[in-house]
């Protein structure tokens, strides 16, 4: 088992930033890759991004590119999602998730999940 802790979510201004963070724990050594997830109100949870835990390759969504960057600091067990120009379509509860194998960016694919941290985006 894996567990995932999620931290960084807040309240912040449309332009600002926020960094989350994500520590893992339990059988590590089993992950494949980590990704975030986000889920607005009266929405389905979509992908954002995802980090390989071993290879420098790293993946998001269209509606984030360029403004999210995904990093992982192997020696800690954590993965961050770095949030630059945050706009009000970004509120959402964040979710980190955790694979054992390659797999598509699909909810149903990831094996591991954390409880969420919110982000709200005011205008």
């Known amino acids: 088992q894996v567990q995932l802790v999620e931290s960084g979510g807040g309240l912040v201004q449309a332009g600002g930033s926020l960094r989350l963070s994500c520590a893992a724990s339990?059988?590590?050594?089993?992950?494949?890759?980590m990704g975030w997830f986000r889920q607005a109100p009266g929405k389905e949870r979509e992908f954002v991004a995802a980090?390989?835990?071993?290879?420098?390759?790293?993946y998001y969504s269209d509606s984030v590119k360029g403004r999210f960057t995904i990093a992982r600091d192997n020696a800690k067990n954590t993965v961050f999602l770095q949030m630059n120009s945050l706009e009000p379509e970004d509120t959402a509860v964040y979710y980190c998730?955790?694979?054992?194998?390659?797999?598509?960016?699909?909810?149903?694919?990831?094996?591991?999940w954390g409880q969420g941290t919110q982000v709200t985006v005011s205008s």
């Open positions: 998730a955790a694979v054992r194998r390659p797999v598509p960016h699909l909810v149903a694919s990831y094996d591991y």
């Open positions: 980090i390989d835990w071993s290879r420098d390759n790293a």
């Open positions: 339990g059988h590590t050594l089993i992950v494949y890759r």
